[in-house]
């Protein structure tokens, strides 16, 4: 299959290509940025990855790219009759979940970005004749990684004490790879799916696997969680049988593996 992506030089980007050449699609690298009419000649799917994730925006600047770029190159796909991936978030249901989110839980972005993304989504299945398929992410993690996640790292790598020993909370992630690898099972799909790892884990928990990853191990101290910011203490879950269940999904790579591959890339940087 001949595939065209978005934000191919990014985080999730790179590791897409990667898949894609490894099961013998045709990767073809698109600057949405740029006049999209007539370039997608012979392109059975589009990804679109490209979008303002990681960095201060304004609202405006967030319509213009996350909503307006990702309908301008949807168009493009559905004239061109290939199917469309969209890259979301499950930040579009909010910040913390009470009971893991499904594909149908409330639509409550609490923030610009991830009102961003939900705008981006409304105005794709508005598109007559696209067909779409859209993943909702937790946190991605793995070789590259930026943000909090990299924050995180460095802290238990340099040995810092984290005031987080006492937190019970519940967190879903995905490991680049296994985003990767779904992306590509939707290239033949439609359809709204949640995407994980598999097992939740609380913070806790993932700072000691990231310590014997970094082999550092992490220095947690008992602080009260009533006293932290309510996104660090905060559960924040998803249900994701349904890309198992419909498209017959399993993440190919266990949470240890990508967790040291990130802890590989992040001493060897």
Not at 84 to 107: C, D, N, R
Not at 195 to 206: C, F, N, W, Y
Not at 219 to 245: G, W, Y
Request: with cysteine; hydrophobic share 50%.
């Amino acid at each position: 299959m001949r595939v065209a992506v978005t934000g191919a030089s990014g985080f999730v980007g790179a590791e897409l290509s990667r898949a894609l050449a490894r099961q013998g699609h045709e990767v073809l690298h698109i600057d949405a940025r740029n006049e999209m009419a007539g370039r997608l000649p012979g392109v059975q799917a589009v990804v679109h990855l490209a979008a303002i994730a990681h960095r201060r925006a304004s609202r405006k600047e967030l319509q213009a790219v996350n909503v307006g770029l990702a309908e301008r190159v949807a168009r493009e796909a559905a004239a061109a009759g290939a199917r469309f991936v969209f890259l979301s978030s499950v930040k579009v249901h909010g910040e913390e979940s009470q009971a893991p989110f499904t594909e149908h839980s409330l639509i409550a972005p609490q923030d610009a970005y991830a009102e961003s993304k939900a705008r981006a989504e409304a105005a794709l299945r508005a598109i007559p004749g696209l067909r779409l398929a859209v993943l909702r992410p937790p946190l991605v993690y793995g070789p590259g990684v930026k943000a909090n996640f990299l924050a995180l790292m460095a802290a238990i790598a340099r040995g810092w004490p984290l005031p987080l020993g006492a937190i019970y909370n519940r967190r879903s992630l995905i490991y680049v790879g296994n985003l990767a690898d779904a992306i590509v099972r939707c290239l033949a799909a439609e359809g709204t799916y949640l995407v994980s790892d598999g097992v939740s884990i609380s913070t806790p928990a993932l700072c000691c696997e990231l310590g014997a990853a970094l082999g550092r191990p992490a220095r947690l101290v008992r602080f009260p969680a009533a006293l932290l910011p309510r996104k660090l203490a905060a559960s924040l879950e998803v249900d994701d049988s349904a890309i198992r269940e419909r498209l017959g999904w399993r993440a190919p790579y266990p949470r240890e593996q990508g967790l040291r591959a990130t802890a590989d890339w992040y001493r060897a940087r």
